[in-house]
């Protein structure tokens, strides 16, 4: 990787192919531990033209090799996956999501409710975990989670005791505003501080516990932001904050925080000055367009309100209060959304601004999945959607969804693209989704580190 957002050229693919033009193969043994992708069209994540007739070897946790059929010898004995007429692309990152959330409506009383009894919270975050990946998404970053259960299943997921994507996690919210005034009240997931000193107290107070990164939370001063962002890097752990108006851009890039949330979704375009100064920043940026976007499609299909899934992935009290909570979404309270429509005049043009800029080597996909009407399910998906609407290209749009976060987590080396020796992080879908992003959701293949499973 050269510089943020600039795809590499010498792909693996170029490589195989220099090396048969000299008349060589890869050695490749014979091995009935290997699983050959066949005949698919292959868009790596590096935003390079597609390869068509690929093959794809991954053998264990990892991709063994990468190249076109005819060309890539497929071991003896290989299992193979058909994809003649399929497109062959990294698994998805989504690097802002909810796992304490499955898309219910009223905040104040569902964080009760899912508290009570305290095993419950643990068994909806393994549920949102399914429905990811599910949709596709092989890598989620958990922004705002209770702290020990967050990191408790992550761990439970890095050993291959748990099944689902693999989990960066923040621990709960560092704020001002989870009081007992607040719809999100100080419980397991949110803590309130009342100066930059206890702010920087509760930064430390995470990073003991073991997080991947530190939520800094609406609220927060500058002071609290920029307390917080030092002792979370002098520990060498990342800082996201809010970026919804250019105030909170702002105190962001003054801390500075290593990503800014929901950019773009509050009061209107970004002012070019900021954009310019994001642009010339090491800050990457989330817009999760979707979260405020679903209202229109729930206004459009009324009938999203009721997903057949649900019935399937729910326990019943689980699936009848969501369900109850959002089956009228017209006469909801909805708490920190009540300006969503507000909000949806305002962010599409705020979405061209960002996407048009030059940012769109800083965007990131992130979802706020498991907000109200924001199903894990679909989430990745239509968040991916709307980055083409509002003006990304197809193949930026599956870079901000793969090689971009990677980067960004600082793991671009261990998987976020199709390359020899990054994890099998791999999807099958049926369809192009250079022609239409929604074939996203066509996912007839799913591989997380060389295990199947769809």
Known sequence: ?????????????????????????????????????????????????????????????????????????????????????????????DMHVHLDLLGAGYFATWFPFVQQPRERIAQVMKISLHEALMEGVTTVKDMGGPTAESIALRDAINAGKETGPRMFVTGAFISRLCGPASWMQESLNCTNVHSPEEARAEAKKRIAAGVDWIKAWIGLTP????????????????????????????????????????????????????????????????????????????????????????????????????????????????????????????????????????????????????????????????????YVKFGMTPLQAISAGTRLPALALGKSGEFGTIDPGKSADILVIDGNPLEDMAYIKNVVHIFKEGVQYK
């Open 223 to 386: 002071e609290d932001k920029k307390a917080i962002a030092e002792e979370a890097h002098k520990a060498g752990i990342k800082v996201a904050a809010h970026g919804s108006n250019d105030e909170e851009i702002r105190a962001g890039l003054a801390a500075p925080v290593d990503s800014l949330e929901h950019v773009g979704s509050d009061t209107g375009p970004v002012s070019p000055e900021l954009i310019h100064a994001l642009t010339q920043s090491d800050i990457w940026i989330s817009p999760t367009m979707i979260s405020s976007y679903v209202f229109k499609l729930t206004d459009d299909f009324q009938e999203r309100t009721e997903p057949q899934q649900f019935k399937q992935d729910f326990p019943p009290d689980i699936y009848k209060f969501v369900h109850e909570s959002v089956v009228n979404p017209e006469r909801i309270n909805w708490g920190f959304l009540a300006n969503v429509h507000q909000h949806l005049r305002v962010s599409p043009d705020s979405w061209r601004a960002l996407l048009k800029s030059g940012l769109e080597g800083h965007i990131v996909l992130g979802t706020d999945a498991g907000t109200p009407l924001n199903w894990h399910t679909q989430a990745a998906v239509e968040e991916m959607r709307l």
């Open 1 to 93: 990787m050269s510089a943020k957002g600039k795809p590499v050229l010498t792909f693996a693919v170029l490589a195989l192919a220099a090396a048969f033009s000299a008349g060589e193969r890869p050695a490749l043994a014979q091995a009935s531990n290997v699983t050959a992708i066949v005949g698919g069209q292959l868009v790596d994540g590096n935003e390079g033209p597609p390869v068509h007739k690929s093959v794809v070897l991954i053998q264990g946790k990892k991709i063994l090799a990468v190249g076109r059929e005819g060309e890539l010898q497929i071991p003896a004995g290989a299992k193979i996956i058909d994809a003649h007429g399929m497109t062959v692309m990294p698994g998805l990152i």
